[in-house]
Nanobody, 114 residues
Framework: QVQLVESGGGLVQPGGSLRLSCVVSGITFSIYAMGWYRQAPGKQRELVAHISSGGITNYADSVKGRFTISRDNAKNTVYLSMNVLKPEDTAVYYC????????WGQGTQVTVSS
C-alpha cells in the first residue's frame, strides 16, 4: 500500500517560515519525481515545486527565491522549506509522487496570517 504522509503545516505570521515534510512508503522512492502542490479555497490545485529523481528542481514563479524543495532518498522523504511567507501562500499543501503512476498525500494546511 502506497502512503504519502505530509506534516509540518500550521499557522505562521507573514514573513515567517515553515518546513513541510512528506514521508513516502510502498514505492521505490528514489526513482519517483516528487512535487509539492497547493490548493487555496475556491482555486485550482497548482504546482509549487518539483524535484526529479535526479535532483533537478523547478518552482512556480510565485515562490522562486522563497521556497526550496529537497529530498532525502535514505529517509524516503521530500521537504519543502518555505521562507518569507505571505498571506497568499495560505492553502492546503499536497505531496505528489509521479512515475508511471501518480500518488497523493492527504494534505497539510498552511495558514499565513497576523
Amino acid at each position: 500500500q502506497v502512503q504519502l504522509v505530509e506534516s509540518g503545516g500550521g499557522l505562521v505570521q507573514p514573513g515567517g517560515s515553515l518546513r513541510l515534510s512528506c514521508v513516502v512508503s510502498g514505492i521505490t522512492f528514489s526513482i519517483y519525481a516528487m512535487g509539492w502542490y497547493r490548493q487555496a479555497p475556491g482555486k485550482q490545485r497548482e504546482l509549487v515545486a518539483h524535484i526529479s529523481s535526479g535532483g533537478i528542481t523547478n518552482y512556480a514563479d510565485s515562490v522562486k527565491g522563497r521556497f526550496t524543495i529537497s529530498r532525502d532518498n535514505a529517509k524516503n522523504t521530500v521537504y519543502l522549506s518555505m521562507n518569507v511567507l505571505k498571506p497568499e501562500d495560505t492553502a492546503v499543501y499536497y505531496c505528489n509522487a509521479r512515475r508511471t503512476k501518480e500518488y497523493w498525500g492527504q494534505g497539510t494546511q498552511v495558514t499565513v496570517s497576523s
